[in-house]
């Protein structure tokens, strides 16, 4: 939750409930606060510096709820409720008097409640299981105790996308996004109403609250953390850190290609006729498509008796080079950068005698099918290197229709222009 507030730009406080002992595959011990102390840790930051929207997460004896309905009703605090009452395996984690507290004493306090299929279950009192069921659920729920938005999360809803379902002041909204088979999704509950009710505390309405927070945890389970033996954790940091990322990415390929005219008197000879592209991917993690690398648009060319940059540096404007760097880190190379010229001989001899690790790939072996896809060939010549130590130097002497190519590689792309630059000088 505190990661979210601070991925979102929100101050978030704490006021702690219980304590567990867990880790992405069990929970082996929980102690719960005395709801005084919960009450009183609510008073003292609502009076320090006042609260603009909360959330609540577990809660899990009837005491700790009568506590927060009291500190809630008497600071009139907003309030998004995560109801915490169902295990991923299904386990009920809430006594029978704790859930009717909840029910009666929170939920009529609260402005969003977030249930996923399960709890909605307990909440509405019948089966859901399909999306009519969600729908129905939703309305059921905010009628029966007085929530104006309810949120039955489409996760477990036997339904192609997820979709999930707000009901707000009499009116439906749907938000859909892809189920992500690989993604992670240990803390995706706590960090969906957490987004929530820190879009509300920026001063978004509820509707476009729900919708900011859905694209937020969609990002966060498709790039989560793959750590842990059990269920991976989300990342709330993936909205802050790719678009840093990209822009890094972009400052050094700009200051790559300076480097590059600098020293053009000694490429201008080795320029190849497609011209010179540099690239840099953003991290690994995160990098997986050609959006993820930056590259010149329309590259480096010839132009006379110079070397002229045609477009800007953006995401995505490379195409081969940046599919070979994106092909180079899912076989695990730290490959990140790249520089292209066209083959000679004599450079890559050079580049021998000075020590850096070359490679040679014969394009002649290239499989018809992958030269005519259009990310086959640099996925090819990826697969030509597994197992290989990390080149510094890929060349290959053409075929036909196939310009004879060194690309020189770095952790980045001014390491890479470096290593040209080296291997020229």
């Not at 999360?153 to 379902?165: F, N, T």
């Amino acid at each position: 939750d505190l990661k979210t507030f601070s991925a979102l730009g929100v101050y978030g406080v704490v006021a702690l409930t219980s304590i567990t002992a867990q880790n992405t595959y069990s929970v082996t011990a929980i102690h719960d606060l005395p709801g005084r102390m919960v009450y009183e840790q609510i008073r003292v930051v609502y009076e320090d510096m006042g609260v603009d929207a909360a959330k609540t997460g577990m809660l899990s004896n009837s005491e700790i709820i009568n506590s927060v309905a009291e500190a809630i009703r008497e600071f009139n605090i907003r309030l998004v409720v995560d109801p915490v009452m169902v295990a991923k395996s299904g386990a009920r984690l809430l006594r029978e008097d704790a859930v009717d507290a909840l029910k009666h004493k929170l939920l009529p306090l609260a402005q969003v409640v977030t249930p996923n299929a399960l709890e909605a279950e307990i909440l509405a009192g019948f089966k859901v299981e399909t999306l009519e069921d969600a729908v129905k659920a939703a309305r059921v729920i905010s009628e029966k105790y007085g929530v104006p938005g309810v949120v039955v999360k489409g996760g477990h809803l036997k339904h192609p996308e997820v979709v999930d379902v707000l009901y707000y002041n009499g009116e439906l909204h749907y938000f859909k996004s892809p189920r992500y088979p690989h993604g992670c999704f240990h803390g995706a509950g706590c960090a969906y109403s957490a987004a929530i009710a820190a879009f509300m505390a920026r001063g978004e309405g509820v509707v476009n609250a729900v919708k900011s927070a859905k694209e937020f945890i969609d990002l966060a389970i498709d790039y989560g953390i793959k750590i842990g033996k059990g269920h991976c954790p989300v990342n709330p940091m993936a909205i802050l850190e790719i678009p840093a990322l990209k822009y890094r990415a972009i400052e050094n390929v700009e200051r790559a290609v300076e480097l590059l005219l600098e020293k053009q008197d000694v490429v201008i000879p080795h320029t190849p006729e497609v011209g010179v592209n540099i690239v840099e991917a953003i991290d690994p993690r995160y990098a997986r498509s050609i959006n993820d690398v930056a590259g010149v648009e329309g590259r480096v060319v010839k132009a006379g008796s110079k070397l002229v940059k045609v477009g800007p540096v953006r995401m995505g404007g490379s195409s081969h080079l940046a599919r070979l760097v994106l092909a180079l880190l899912r076989r695990g190379f730290t490959t990140r950068g790249a520089v292209n010229i066209k083959y000679s001989r004599e450079v890559v001899e050079k580049a021998g005698r000075k020590g850096f690790k070359v490679v040679f790939i014969d394009r002649t072996r290239e499989p018809l099918e992958l030269k005519k896809a259009e990310s086959g060939s640099m996925e090819w010549i990826a697969s030509q290197i597994q197992g290989y130590e990390a080149p510094d130097l890929i060349y290959d002497t053409g075929d036909v229709g196939k310009e004879a190519m060194i690309r020189i590689l770095g952790r980045g792309a001014i390491e890479a222009v470096e290593k040209l630059v080296e291997i020229l000088d």
